[in-house]
C-alpha cells in the first residue's frame, strides 16, 4: 500500500496510514504527515481547554441563573463564539502550516 498525501501541506505521510487531520480538516478519509499532524494535536488541546474553560464559566452560569428564560438565547451566544474561535483558529493553524 501506498503512503497517502498529506491534506495540508501535499508531503507524503511518513507511513502507509497516515494522521487524522479533524477537526482541524473535516474531510472523512483525509490524512496528515507527522509533521502536521503536530498541528492538528495542539488544535485539539486548545480547543479542548477554550472549551472547558468556557464550561466553567461562573459568569454564564450566573447570567442564566439571573434570566432564566434567556437560557436558549445565552447558550446559542456561547456555542457560537465558540464555533467562530474554532473557525479563525482552525485558518490560522492552516495559513501558518502551508507557509
Given at each position: 500500500?501506498?503512503?497517502?498525501?498529506?491534506?495540508?501541506?501535499?508531503?507524503l505521510?511518513?507511513?502507509?496510514?497516515?494522521?487524522?487531520?479533524d477537526?482541524?480538516?473535516?474531510?472523512?478519509?483525509?490524512?496528515?504527515?507527522?509533521?502536521?499532524?503536530?498541528?492538528?494535536?495542539?488544535?485539539?488541546?486548545?480547543?479542548?481547554?477554550?472549551?472547558?474553560?468556557?464550561?466553567?464559566?461562573?459568569?454564564?452560569?450566573?447570567?442564566?441563573?439571573?434570566?432564566?428564560?434567556?437560557?436558549?438565547?445565552?447558550?446559542?451566544?456561547?456555542?457560537?463564539?465558540?464555533?467562530?474561535?474554532?473557525?479563525?483558529?482552525?485558518?490560522?493553524?492552516?495559513?501558518?502550516?502551508?507557509?
Amino acid at each position: 500500500m501506498n503512503n497517502p498525501k498529506c491534506c495540508i501541506c501535499g508531503n507524503l505521510c511518513e507511513d502507509q496510514y497516515g494522521n487524522n487531520p479533524d477537526p482541524l480538516i473535516k474531510d472523512e478519509g483525509a490524512r496528515c504527515c507527522n509533521k502536521c499532524n503536530d498541528a492538528v494535536i495542539s488544535f485539539r488541546i486548545e480547543s479542548a481547554l477554550m472549551k472547558k474553560k468556557s464550561s466553567e464559566s461562573e459568569k454564564i452560569g450566573n447570567l442564566i441563573e439571573s434570566n432564566p428564560s434567556d437560557k436558549d438565547i445565552i447558550m446559542a451566544t456561547v456555542d457560537k463564539m465558540l464555533s467562530d474561535w474554532e473557525d479563525t483558529t482552525r485558518k490560522r493553524y492552516l495559513e501558518d502550516l502551508r507557509k
